[in-house]
Every structure is written in structure tokens, then in C-alpha cells.
Nanobody, 120 residues
């Protein structure tokens, strides 16, 4: 059974940086894409970034381009989200997800989320 566990959330000031980690286990991820999503209170979940496990091609939501960077450590089965120049509107629960390449995120695997709070 695939399990995803997020680490690294917290409370920071605007302009600070955070790095989230997602430890993946229970599967062979060679045909997976890994992603980060977030959901702010009262809002719908939104895509942040994704990376293909093999090859490392990344995809980042336009609005986060330049501030957020996704990466993966193949040996550690871990995906990272480096977030720089954080803004109060980045406050949300951040979720790690995994899906087979070409599959739907909704039908994939999800972590429980980690809270990120950015104060002005």
C-alpha cells in the first residue's frame, strides 16, 4: 500500500522560505508522477507543482513559477517543495499526491497534509 507522509510545514513570516518533504513508501514509483497541492480554508484544492519520477520533468502552476520549486530524491523516495518569498496567500494545507503517469490525481494516493501559515 502506497503511503505518503508530508513534513516541514509551520508558521513563518512573509518573505521567508520553507521546504516541504514528502516521504513515499509501499510502491515502485518508476511510473508515477508526484505532486503537491494545497487547499486554503474555504477554498478549493489547487495544483501547485508536479514531477515525473523518472526523468524528473517538472510542472509548476503559473502563479507559483519562480517562487516554488519541486524536486525529488530518487534514492530517498522523497519529493520536496521549496517555497521562497512566501506570502500570506500561500497559507494552506499542503498535500502530497502520487498517481501513475497519465492517471488522475483524484484516483491516486494522498498524504494527510501539512499546514503552512504565512503571516504578514
Amino acid at each position: 500500500q502506497v503511503q505518503l507522509v508530508e513534513f516541514g510545514g509551520g508558521s513563518v513570516q512573509a518573505g521567508d522560505s520553507l521546504r516541504l518533504s514528502c516521504a513515499a513508501s509501499g510502491g515502485a514509483f518508476t511510473t508515477y508522477s508526484m505532486g503537491w497541492f494545497r487547499q486554503a480554508a474555504g477554498k478549493e484544492r489547487e495544483f501547485v507543482a508536479a514531477v515525473r519520477w523518472i526523468g524528473g520533468r517538472t510542472y509548476t502552476a503559473d502563479s507559483r513559477e519562480g517562487r516554488f520549486t519541486i524536486s525529488r530524491d530518487y534514492a530517498k523516495n522523497t519529493v520536496y517543495l521549496q517555497m521562497n518569498l512566501l506570502k500570506p496567500e500561500d497559507t494552506a494545507v499542503y498535500y502530497c499526491a502520487a498517481t501513475r503517469d497519465g492517471g488522475s490525481w483524484d484516483s491516486g494516493y494522498w498524504g494527510r497534509g501539512t499546514q503552512v501559515t504565512v503571516s504578514s
